[in-house]
């Protein structure tokens, strides 16, 4: 049976040149190409852990040079305005392709069709002049952004042609400064003919009763539906089951607690079910400065779910958790787990996709010492970026020391068998760093024999 509920497991940032550290899953190449092993990787560990949908920036652009290789399009300030947006036909068949990645996963890809953060601030906060909304952090909801929105919006579209796995997120995150003109990119959306159960919103449905500073914004985004297209369009159209996503970002137990519970002290009052489609996400959740781990994920879905146990039968609930965000968590698609296991105690089944995606068996390939030392080298030395305490890490360590340590010249094999319990080690933790270097002694000792 299709999953009813949305699981969405987001790398988002993987647009990007940015260092491949907690806060960024980079699946591109430095020339602006994708680097397809590794988004396969990612979207093939999504999918089995799992999750039928991803979430994705449009880019994350933290200089100048990266602009010509991973925007979606640059301004050529010598041509007249609104005719200088130069398109970038590489991006585009970049994002095609990872629509039909996703689809080979069977998962759907969510598209921002702007964030606010896809250009990176200086340190005093200040967006670069070179940036493609006029160093404007809210140059894209502005009246003069108008005909590069068009522009924009329509060449997406027409890249998605046909994509039935493509949805879209007006904004991520959009600012509540400009509620009357997300309400306008909604409507235009609509007008394109995207379905409505297609759209999220744009606007943080979540602070409508969380920060009293932002209720009026959403009052304003909906009062300008309503003004254009009446009252019952706007029930029909974002209130209910088949309408479209309402998001609630950064969510965590307190601000559940009252977004729930119509404005009283967390802990008062009944849940209410819902009836509009809600996407929770923890994209901007942090609990003791981290993102959530397993078991904290694991609790707030439970916690959705048997609060929205009417909406979950509707399917109209959606939560989102990010991929390999943090150093902590070392398997990347940890979070993604606690979401399947909160799905499978509140169903009773395991969601559609989780395990039917594993990783390939690559056979062990005879090759001679030296280059199966090399290997080792390179393998181990990356793990010195990351040092973590684990049982499991360290057996396999010292395994590996003790297999390699009485190897003799031609027992490549054994030395492969080594490398995997390093590589095994590398995926699930890492032990302290004396038994790498211990390791790492060895490999020197034998290139040192080999020498002489």
């Not at 729930?260 to 994209?283: A, C, F, I």
């Not at 105690?345 to 010492?369: L, M, Q, R, S, W």
């Not at 790498?436 to 020197?444: G, N, R, Y």
């Amino acid at each position: 049976m299709p999953d009813k509920i949305k699981l969405i497991c987001s790398p988002l940032g993987g647009y990007s040149l940015l260092s491949r550290d907690k806060w960024h899953i980079s699946y591109m190449n430095p020339d602006g190409s994708l680097d397809m092993p590794r988004l396969e990787e990612i979207l093939r560990r999504i999918a089995n852990a799992g999750a039928n949908a991803i979430r994705e920036f449009p880019w994350w652009i933290q200089n100048e040079g990266e602009m010509a290789v991973l925007s979606g399009f640059t301004v050529d300030k010598s041509l007249p305005a609104h005719n200088d947006m130069i398109m970038n036909p590489n991006y585009f068949n970049n994002q095609r392709t990872i629509a039909e990645t996703a689809k080979k996963y069977n998962l759907e890809y969510i598209f921002c069709l702007y964030n606010n953060s896809e250009t990176v601030p200086n340190k005093d906060g200040v967006f670069s002049p070179w940036s493609q909304w006029n160093g404007d952090k809210e140059f894209f909801y502005k009246n003069e952004a108008g005909p590069y929105r068009k522009q924009w919006i329509e060449k997406i579209l027409e890249t998605f042609t046909g994509m039935e796995n493509v949805s879209y997120d007006l904004v991520n995150e959009g600012s509540h400064k400009y509620p009357v003109e997300i309400a306008q990119m909604y409507l235009g959306m609509l007008s394109y003919g995207v379905p409505v159960n297609r759209l999220s919103i744009g606007i943080n449905y979540g602070e409508k009763k969380i920060n009293t500073d932002l209720i009026g914004s959403y009052k304003k985004f909906s009062d300008r539906i309503i003004f254009l297209r009446g009252e019952q369009f706007y029930i029909d159209n974002v209130k209910r089951p088949s309408g479209s996503w309402s998001p609630f970002h950064a969510i965590d137990d307190k601000r559940l607690a009252v977004f729930w519970t119509d404005g009283l002290e967390p802990g008062q009052g009944v849940p209410k079910g819902g009836h509009r489609p809600t996407k929770y996400s923890t994209d901007g959740t942090r609990i003791d400065g981290l993102r959530p781990n397993l078991m904290q994920t694991y609790d707030m879905a439970k916690r959705v779910m048997s609060t929205k146990s009417r909406a979950v039968d509707k399917g109209i609930v959606a939560i989102e958790v990010l991929f390999g965000k943090e150093m902590n968590i070392v398997d990347p698609t940890a979070a993604m787990t606690g979401l399947t296991l909160a799905y499978q105690e509140h169903t009773g089944e395991f969601p559609e996709n989780y395990g039917k995606f594993p990783a390939e068996e690559v056979p062990p390939e005879d090759t001679d010492i030296d280059e199966a030392v090399d290997l080792l080298s390179g393998m181990i030395g990356e793990r010195l970026q990351i040092i973590e305490k684990t049982e499991k890490a360290l057996k396999l360590i010292d395994r590996f020391v003790a297999e390699a340590t009485a190897l003799e010249p031609t027992a490549a094999s054994q030395l492969g068998k080594a490398g995997r319990a390093v590589f095994a080690a590398k995926e699930m933790s890492t032990g302290p760093i004396e038994q790498i270097v211990s390791a790492l002694k060895f490999i020197d000792e034998y290139n040192g024999q080999v020498a002489k």
